[in-house]
């Protein structure tokens, strides 16, 4: 499956961004989906999950409350909702794709190219 992440760009603090990862092929449902950020200098880091369905979800503590994963199976689309950004959000903001319900880069087997969020104070 290929990745294509949108939606980034430059916010004052406290605003909303919100990201779009579309994928291409027919089996994005069989996919458990991941966001995940890497600000520079420091490694990459997981933001949230998403089941396949959809009906289960799970987020970093440091977004917890503040960003929302949902995803669209007709549209093999993930999103990411992120509202009350802080400067400490800054990062490339990439989606991925694997077979297991993790938070670990290693099981995740498909990666967007990434989008820059970028949050000023």
């Not at 987020?59 to 400490?88: C, H, W």
């Not at 990062?91 to 880069?105: E, F, I, L, N």
């Amino acid at each position: 499956v290929q990745l294509q992440a949108s939606g980034g760009g430059l916010v004052q603090a406290g605003g909303s961004l919100r990201l779009s990862c579309a994928a291409s092929g027919r089996t994005f449902n069989m996919y458990y989906m991941g966001w995940f950020r890497q600000a520079p200098g420091k490694e990459r880091e997981f933001v949230a999950r998403i089941s396949r369905s959809g009906g289960r979800t799970y987020y970093a503590d440091s977004v917890k409350g503040r960003f929302t994963i949902s995803r669209d199976n007709a549209k093999n689309t993930v999103y990411l909702q992120m509202n009350s950004l802080k400067p400490e959000d800054t990062a490339v903001y990439y989606c991925a794709a694997g077979g297991g319900y993790g938070t670990r880069v290693y099981e995740y087997d498909y990666w967007g190219q990434g989008t820059l969020v970028t949050v000023s104070s």
